[in-house]
C-alpha cells in the first residue's frame, strides 16, 4: 500500500538517488498490472491479510481468488491525495458487482472497506478468518499444483472459507445507488447536497 508513491517521494527528495525512477515507475508498474490482468494459464491466489490500498490493488485485483481475513482493509484512496484512481481502477471499480455506482463510491471517496464487507461488496472473494489462515496456506502448499484445475483449488479455498458473508447486505446500498449515478461530479455533489441523511452529510465531507 503506497509503496509506489513514497519510492517516487524518496527519488525526488533524497540526494543522490536514481532519478530515473521519476520517468520509467509508472509505465512500467502499469505494464505489469495489465499483463496480469492478461494472464490466462497461470492461476493467481492473493491473500488480502492486512492493508490492500492503490499499487497493492493493482497487482492483485484480477486473481479469480481474493481472500480478505479479519485484518483486511481496502481502498482506492487517490482521490484524497489530486490524483486518480490508477492501477487499472476505472476497469475494475466500474465492474463492482457490475454495478457502476458502487465503483464510482469507492473511488470518489476512497472509501475503506473491511474485513468480511470485502466479501459483501464483490471485492474479496473469499473471507478466512484469521486464525484460519495457517491452514489455508498448508492446504494451498499441499493441494495445488500445475495440474489442479479452477475447481479443485475454489474446493481448498472454499473448505476454510466462511462463506455466508456473501449473503449479507451493504450499508447504505440504495442510497449509494442513487447518488452516485454515472451522470457527472457536479450532480453526484448536487445529490449529495440534497440528501437529508447522515451517510449524505459524511460522504459530502469525505469529497
Known sequence: AGGDIVSLYKAHTTPGADKSILAQFFAREYLLDYSLSQMSKTRQISLWNGICMGGG??????????????????????????????????????????????????????????????????????????DKMPQLYSSIKNGVNAGSSDAEIDEIVDSVSDLSAKNESIDNLEEIKAIFQPDSIKEIMERLDGADSEFGAKTRKMM
Open 57 to 130: 490493488v493493482g497487482l492483485t485485483w484480477h486473481s479469480p481468488v481474493r481472500v480478505a481475513t479479519d485484518n483486511s482493509m481496502y481502498a482506492m484512496p487517490e482521490t484524497a491525495i489530486g490524483f486518480f484512481t490508477d492501477v487499472g481502477g476505472s476497469y475494475f471499480l466500474s465492474r463492482v458487482r457490475n454495478d457502476i455506482s458502487l465503483g464510482l463510491y469507492l473511488g470518489l471517496t476512497g472509501q475503506r472497506v473491511k474485513a468480511r464487507d470485502l466479501v459483501k461488496w464483490g471485492i474479496a472473494t473469499h473471507f478466512v478468518e484469521q
